[in-house]
């Protein structure tokens, strides 16, 4: 009797190029349904990790829709993705009283380069309502860092290494804090459930974009095999070509290093570093070992396009592009990804007669 596969999904972070690998689960989604199996991702993956947007990608896949059917999460790929061509606008589109109001406040601050969290904590509110990471679907990893207590945090429902129940947060609070993105977003004030205090988080792409290694420990700390593990990891893109020059950044100063209006250059370097260099790592790693299976996934963007914050139509069609490459280009191993899936998760009719027994 073959072994049971488990499936990790992890993605990285990157703002609004997380409408990059949506479409890559998308295109594993129909695939399936074209083999005649419809699952939601949450029943396929047996864990998902994500970073940033990869964290809010996760989470809307993988939370209990508030009031919806037993096993329904709070959102769907197709409304995944309504919300990064279309809601996401108003989410990375600063309103001109919001800039007066942060100049009014204090003028010495650089209020440009600063989004108004406020319509985003609206709109997480509204889909996730107050459920914790503790009734998540399937196991669930989201990533941030303790400004306060300076140190790294994993919101998930995963036991810690020495067995014990991890601390619990409202999912709505986490995804807030994972997508507290330094220079866009002002960090997060969030309620740690268990030891009933609160906490100041940012975005966990400050350490760690590429939250793949440690998906496949918070996996092994299950108990799960490492040749039973399959690791899908999918990026949100990168631009070769988007170099910062060397008299640009001479001059800069510290407000340039950290300006959204310049692509907030230190972010960007610090994000793309980490996830180029775990890919490299996790590679190298899973094929000596040759035990785990590690799967990367990720595209090459125009230079204006890895603007995390770039939420314009004419940038969605040039992301939509970047995703149909991919899928074009990995169409063989696609087709393998949904079979394996298929043949892991599907209900076989022994399980239904089984059900129906019962």
Not at 140 to 158: G, Q, W
Not at 199 to 220: H, T
Request: hydrophobic fraction near 45%; include cysteine; charge should be negative.
């Amino acid at each position: 009797m073959a072994r049971k596969k488990h499936f990790i999904l992890s993605i990285d972070g990157g703002g609004i190029r997380g409408l990059i690998p949506l479409r890559i689960l998308e295109s594993i989604e129909s695939r399936m349904a074209h083999r005649g199996v419809i699952l939601p991702m949450h029943a396929c993956f047996d864990l998902m990790c994500g970073t940033s947007t990869g964290g809010l990608i996760a989470a809307g896949l993988s939370a209990p829709k508030p009031g919806g059917r037993k096993g329904e999460a709070v959102a769907t790929i197709a409304d995944l993705r309504t919300l990064f061509e279309a809601e996401a606008r108003d989410i990375f589109t600063p309103s001109i009283r919001y800039r007066l109001a942060r100049f009014i406040a204090n003028p010495f601050t650089f209020y440009d380069e600063k989004l108004d969290a406020r319509p985003l904590e609206r709109l997480l509110k509204e889909r996730f309502g107050w459920t914790s990471i503790a009734s998540a679907l399937t196991h669930l990893v989201l990533t941030a860092y303790d400004i306060e207590n300076r140190k790294p945090v994993f919101m998930s429902n995963t036991p810690q290494h020495n067995g014990a129940a991890p601390d619990d947060y409202y999912i709505w609070q986490a995804v807030r804090a994972a997508t507290a993105v330094p220079c866009f977003f002002e960090p997060a004030r969030v309620e740690n459930l268990t030891c009933r205090r609160e906490e100041a988080l940012i975005d966990g792409g400050v350490f760690l974009n590429d939250p793949s290694i440690a998906a496949y420990i918070e996996a092994r700390k299950l108990g799960w095999e490492a040749e039973d593990i399959v690791i899908l990891s999918l990026g949100t893109g990168h631009a070769p070509e988007h170099g910062f020059p060397y008299a640009d950044a001479t001059a800069w100063g510290a407000p340039g290093w950290f300006s959204a209006a310049k692509g907030a250059p230190l972010q960007a370097i610090a994000t793309h570093g980490q996830s180029a260099t775990t890919s490299y790592q996790a590679e190298w790693l899973f094929g000596e070992l040759g035990k785990a299976r590690f799967i990367r996934l990720d595209g090459v963007l125009p230079a204006d396009a890895e603007d995390m914050g770039n939420a314009r139509p004419g940038n969605m069609i040039t992301l939509n592009g970047a995703a149909d490459r991919i899928i074009r280009d990995q169409t063989i191993l696609l087709d393998e990804l949904a079979e394996m899936l298929i043949d892991a998760k599907a209900p076989r009719e022994d399980d239904k007669e089984i059900v129906n027994a019962a």
